[in-house]
Nanobody
Framework: QVQLVESGGGLVQAGGSLRLSCVAS????????MGWYRQAPGSQRELVAT???????NYGDSAKGRFTISRDNAKNTVYLQMNSLKPEDTAVYYC????????????WGQGTQVTVSS
């Protein structure tokens, strides 16, 4: 199993920045995808950004131009730098780990709350 622990969420004013971190531990297969999804109250979970262990990127539309995903494979950690935050970015942000060879091997963190005030 893989355990994921997110950190870095909090309250920030519109236009501000936050940096989220997610550390993976456990039986981590080296060929994987790590990334971030979010879910606002009353909304569906949506993709924010993912990055493969080979550093291939996939951004959701809301993240493009404002958010940057990065990862440190040696630390089994993925980051999300969020700039120019908007109130509509308010959501619980969940870290995801997926085995690229076996996509059904998928794990989620418990989430970290991001609240952006206007």
């Amino acid at each position: 199993q893989v355990q994921l622990v997110e950190s870095g969420g909090g309250l920030v004013q519109a236009g501000g920045s936050l940096r989220l971190s997610c550390v993976a531990s456990g039986n981590i297969f080296s060929i994987n995808v790590m990334g971030w999804y979010r879910q606002a109250p009353g909304s569906q979970r949506e993709l924010v950004a993912t990055m493969t262990s080979g550093f291939a990127l996939n951004y959701g539309d809301s993240a493009k131009g404002r958010f940057t995903i990065s990862r440190d494979n040696a630390k089994n950690t993925v980051y999300l730098q969020m700039n120019s935050l908007k109130p509509e970015d308010t959501a619980v942000y969940y870290c995801n780990w997926t085995n690229r060879y076996h996509p059904r091997q998928e794990y989620w963190g418990q989430g970290t709350q991001v609240t952006v005030s206007s």
